[in-house]
């Protein structure tokens, strides 16, 4: 994606009636804010700022030695969000080096803001603090070497979404026992989702959802990877106190007496080479749904849910896979078609490449995760349509096991791509509201049933389902009712099927 198309697709998330403010490493506080006379500092701007407003942040090194607060008076809207954007094409690094022990780099107590675009380095605390705020989202940001958890969301923050943003090298010092990747825990709200994300060589967890003040709530993960936690950067262990869980999914103090619930929902994520466990309960006693996971490699376990659940939950695994590494599930677990169980025998045959360094490669222009060939299954593996049907967007007769799915099952007796019967082109603009423009083209006459999905692989919209002639097709979508976040639209007919992803804003 070139820098036009980029400044285009940033545009469409806000709406340029609204005024923009500016802020550059070499601006000063008193100028007017505008991209020829920038403001000097962040705090400024959102001072200045109000509901739909726009503030752009230029490249370079913005130094800070106090936290950015960002209060709940200055919110945003539902209908009006605060936007908080890298500027088009440059990428600005917020540090807080300079910081005490203690200090937070952004403070997030506000609703309905958008952060995009801002990598957060050393804070005294955490990189990214979301207390208390609820409905915001914070896409394509990097949080890393700070003194804790990369981001945390407590004190009742809900219904926030984290798209795309990595978490990586924070850990506190000297005990080395707390800071994670994300840690949507302690007095966390529900409704948290995360799309894409990437935590590693956090001295911690991965994802921590440990629980203290919290209970009965619910965190998605969706595409998420995390690899190598319990470790410092130069890959030194500081001890027994850095956990190194890839997912841990909530419990309480002392084994949890009080039977707190954090209800963890994983989509198609990926945790290996974790000094501890690459999924872990801990001592969470809420429901657990792990669909078309991959755990590779974690030292004491790829898997260890084995504490009994809460009167009325339940723990569901289907379509899991493991190599080199532990199955520790509990006799009461929901099971079906995981990698593990009759008739399958899972070797390193089965993969392209187990080449874990792969993981941390650069991510797209779009800032989505890069495409590699790490845990993806080799042409001729039984894993690739070995899976149940449980409602997520598959490729072929039936999903994969792992969480990556193969391209081979989009083929036509797995010829080349090129050899494909349709064409299904990326929806544009994207993110888009309200509408948005899906384009594809048939080479043949045929079925065809073009659909959207939330991301628990749930319907939302059947755009097309029935026989056209061959030609190019475009239609408009606008979805009414949906709430804000990530989709998907697949297109399937009778050669094969192929799915896109698309971002609504409100």
């Given at each position: ?20 403010w500016?802020?550059a490493t070499?601006g ?7 991209i020829d006379q920038?403001?000097g ?12 407003d726009t503030?752009?942040?230029?490249g ?6 106090s936290?950015?607060?960002i ?8 209908t ?8 088009p094409?440059?990428?600005?690094l917020l540090?807080?080096s300079q ?5 937070k780099?952004?403070s997030?107590?506000?609703n ?12 005294g605390?955490?990189g990214?603090e ?15 070497e ?8 407590s004190?009742?923050?809900a219904?926030n979404q ?25 007095a966390?709200g529900t ?8 935590a ?11 629980l203290?003040?919290?209970?009965d709530v619910?965190?998605?993960?969706e595409?998420?990877?995390?690899w ?9 262990n500081p ?8 997912f ?10 009080e039977?707190?619930?954090h209800?963890?929902v ?5 945790a290996?080479?974790?000094k501890?466990?690459?999924f872990?309960?801990n001592n ?8 078309n996971?991959s755990?590779?490699r ?7 849910i084995q ?6 939950q339940s723990?569901i695994v289907?379509?899991g896979?493991?190599?080199y590494g ?10 079906e078609t995981?990698?593990?169980m009759p008739?399958?025998?899972v ?5 392209l490449?187990?080449?874990?360094s792969?993981a941390s490669a650069?991510?797209q ?8 060939d ?10 690739i349509?070995g ?13 994969d096991?792992g969480?990556f799915?193969?391209n081979?099952?989009?083929?036509v007796?797995h010829h ?9 082109l990326?929806n544009?603009?994207?993110?888009f509201?309200p509408?948005?423009t899906?384009?594809y ?7 065809v ?11 939302v919209a059947?755009?097309v389902?029935?026989e056209q ?6 239609l408009?979508?606008r979805p009414?009712g ?10 399937q007919?009778q050669?094969?099927a192929?799915i ?5 804003q409100?």
């Amino acid at each position: 994606m070139n820098k036009v198309i980029l400044f285009l697709a940033i545009l469409l998330a806000v709406n340029p009636s609204y005024p923009q403010w500016y802020v550059a490493t070499d601006g000063k506080d008193e100028n007017p804010g505008t991209i020829d006379q920038p403001l000097g500092t962040i705090p400024k701007a959102i001072s200045l700022s109000a509901p739909g407003d726009t503030i752009y942040v230029r490249g370079g090194t913005h130094l800070y030695k106090s936290a950015i607060t960002i209060s709940y008076s200055q919110s945003g809207t539902e209908t009006q969000r605060r936007h908080l954007f890298a500027y088009p094409g440059e990428r600005p690094l917020l540090d807080f080096s300079q910081s005490d022990l203690g200090v937070k780099g952004i403070s997030l107590r506000g609703n309905y803001w958008y952060i995009k675009g801002l990598d957060v380095k050393g804070a005294g605390d955490n990189g990214l603090e979301i207390n208390g705020g609820s409905h915001n989202i914070i896409e394509w940001c990097t949080f890393f070497e700070n003194r804790d958890s990369g981001v945390q969301l407590s004190n009742l923050a809900a219904h926030n979404q984290i798209i795309n943003c990595d978490s990586y090298y924070n850990a506190d010092p000297p005990d080395w026992g707390d800071a994670d990747g994300f840690a949507p825990k302690l007095a966390v709200g529900t409704g948290n989702y995360f799309y894409g994300c990437r935590a590693w060589d956090n001295c911690d967890d991965g994802w921590d959802g440990y629980l203290r003040g919290g209970n009965d709530v619910t965190t998605t993960l969706e595409n998420c990877w995390t690899w190598h936690n319990g470790y410092l950067p130069d890959g030194t262990n500081p001890g027994a106190q850095a956990n190194g869980n890839g997912f841990k999914m909530g419990g309480g103090d002392s084994g949890n007496s009080e039977r707190l619930m954090h209800h963890f929902v994983l989509h198609n994520c990926v945790a290996f080479d974790n000094k501890n466990k690459g999924f872990d309960q801990n001592n969470n006693v809420g429901s657990m749904t792990l669909l078309n996971c991959s755990g590779f490699r974690n030292l004491e376990a790829n898997y260890r849910i084995q504490k009994t659940l809460n009167e009325g939950q339940s723990l569901i695994v289907k379509n899991g896979l493991s190599l080199y590494g532990a199955i520790q599930l509990g006799s009461f677990a929901i099971q079906e078609t995981n990698s593990w169980m009759p008739p399958f025998v899972v070797t390193a045959d089965d993969f392209l490449s187990l080449d874990g360094s792969l993981a941390s490669a650069p991510r797209q222009a779009d800032g989505s995760l890069p495409e590699i060939d790490f845990l993806h299954l080799s042409a001729g593996s039984d894993l690739i349509d070995g899976g149940t049907d449980v409602g997520l967007p598959y490729l072929g007769k039936a999903p994969d096991l792992g969480a990556f799915e193969s391209n081979y099952a989009t083929l036509v007796a797995h010829h080349s791509a090129s050899q494909l019967e349709f064409t299904l082109l990326q929806n544009y603009p994207n993110p888009f509201n309200p509408g948005t423009t899906i384009a594809y083209s048939l080479h043949k006459q045929g079925q065809v049933d073009l659909a959207v999905y939330n991301l628990s692989g749930q319907k939302v919209a059947t755009l097309v389902d029935g026989e056209q002639a061959a030609g190019a097709y475009r239609l408009q979508w606008r979805p009414n009712g949906l709430a804000a976040g990530m989709y998907f639209y697949r297109l399937q007919t009778q050669d094969g099927a192929q799915i896109k992803r698309l971002i609504l804003q409100r």
